[in-house]
Each structure stands twice: as C-alpha cells, then as structure tokens.
C-alpha cells in the first residue's frame, strides 16, 4: 500500500546534538511538508518542497535544515540551534500542492533531555 | 501574519449531540481543507472546500465554506464515540501552503 514511512515513532537526543528524522513515501507526490506540533498550537509549517533539489522554508524554519534529493524522500535535521526542539514532527506530502489533500505520515516524537 | 482562528478550543458533548467547529479568517480564503486526528494518531484529511457558500456532506459531517470565502465550519450530527479527536481546519491564502487552525478538540461522554 502507498503511504508515507516517518522513523523511528520516538527519538530521545541529548541537548546540543543534531537529530535527522526521516520521512519517505511512495505515493509518487511532488510536494512533501514538514510541520511541527505543540500541545494546543497546531501545526506549524517548517519547510516544505515542491520539487526535487528545491525546497522553501516555513513559518519555524530557524534551526531546522532540510534537503531533497530524491522525489521519495525529505528528511528533517533538528539541528543544537533550535531552542524547544521537544515536539512531535509530521511529515506529509501531496500530490497537487494546496489544492489536494496532504496525506500525513505517521509522526515521530522527539524529546531532548 | 495570515493566521486562522479556530474555535472553540475544547468541546465536550454527550454521545448523540450535535457539535460543530468553527474556522475564521480577516482574508479571504483561496480554499479551506478539513482533517481529523484520533488521538496518539495523525491528521487525515476529511475534505476540501473551494467555492464561495459551497455545503459538502460526508454521513453525518457538514463542511461549509462562507460567501465571502473567510470562514468554515464542521458540523456533526449526532456524535458517537468514534468521532472523538482534534478537528482542524487547514486555510490556503493564495500562496503554496496551508496555515492550519489550532484545533478543536472533541470528548464524547457515553
């Protein structure tokens, strides 16, 4: 079945070291998201990518570093810049942009102690 | 900043209320999409609205979409326990993304 694979469900890292999660799906979408969600503040874009080797940042991109070098995948690396890097990370993609329904990956919880 | 507001926050109804959910915004809206998150689970999407005063029904959801294409609702009749989750309106500006609400979160009593 197509979807979108998010690795590993939870991630625990150590204050002051990047992280990179992983998103990957096989639904054949050109546009892929990555949003960030706290308790009661929904979700917050971070970047997104339209196309392969392109890529935009998003409303909370500080950071954060994205790259996509393969339509299937849009990895996500937190990076000891990002001040609350504690939150639960949704990947999604989309076959057409804004103007189709995002299908959401299942989400990985990252906590820094 | 283009922000959407969502309300109310939190909605507790007894099974076999109606409930609804409310999205609005100052600017006009290009289109408005609708996704539900069970809890511990992730956002799927329920349906996009496009048209100015356009009505879509799914069972017993409702989505309206304004005249003025600045505000959105969810409306279910008659909840049950499975309806329980976090509703979030998700608005698209006339730009490449979509702003979501904060969401409303759902509890059905038995």
């Known amino acids: 079945d197509g979807g979108i694979t998010q690795s590993p469900k939870y991630l625990f890292r150590k204050e002051g070291q990047n992280v990179t999660l992983s998103c990957e799906q096989n639904?054949?979408?050109?546009?892929m998201y990555w949003y960030r969600q706290d308790p009661g503040q929904g979700l917050r874009l971070i970047y997104y990518?339209?196309?392969?080797?392109?890529?935009q940042k998003g409303d909370i991109a500080e950071g954060y570093s994205v790259s996509r070098e393969k339509k299937e995948s849009f990895p996500l690396t937190v990076t000891s810049a990002q001040k609350n890097p504690t939150a639960f990370y949704l990947c999604?993609?989309?076959?057409?942009?804004?103007?189709?329904?995002?299908?959401f990956g299942s989400g990985t919880r990252l906590t820094v102690v | 900043g283009q922000q959407v507001m969502q309300i109310p926050q939190y909605q507790h109804v007894q099974e076999g209320e109606d409930f609804t959910t409310y999205c609005n915004s100052s600017?006009?809206?290009?289109?408005i999409q609708w996704y539900k998150q069970r809890p511990g689970g992730h956002p799927v999407f329920l349906i996009q609205?496009?048209?100015?005063?356009e009505v879509k029904k799914q069972k017993r959801l409702t989505f309206q979409f304004g005249e003025a294409k600045k505000n959105s609702s969810l409306h279910i009749t008659a909840t049950q326990t499975t309806d329980v989750g976090t509703y979030f309106c998700?608005?698209?500006?006339?730009?490449?993304?979509?702003?979501f609400g904060t969401g409303t979160r759902l509890t059905i009593i038995p």
């Open positions: 639904l054949n979408h050109d546009a």
């Open positions: 998700a608005a698209n500006f006339g730009n490449e993304k979509l702003t």
């Open positions: 990518s339209q196309i392969v080797n392109d890529f």
């Open positions: 999604a993609s989309s076959n057409s942009g804004v103007w189709y329904g995002y299908t």
């Open positions: 600017t006009t809206l290009s289109n």
């Open positions: 609205l496009v048209k100015s005063g």
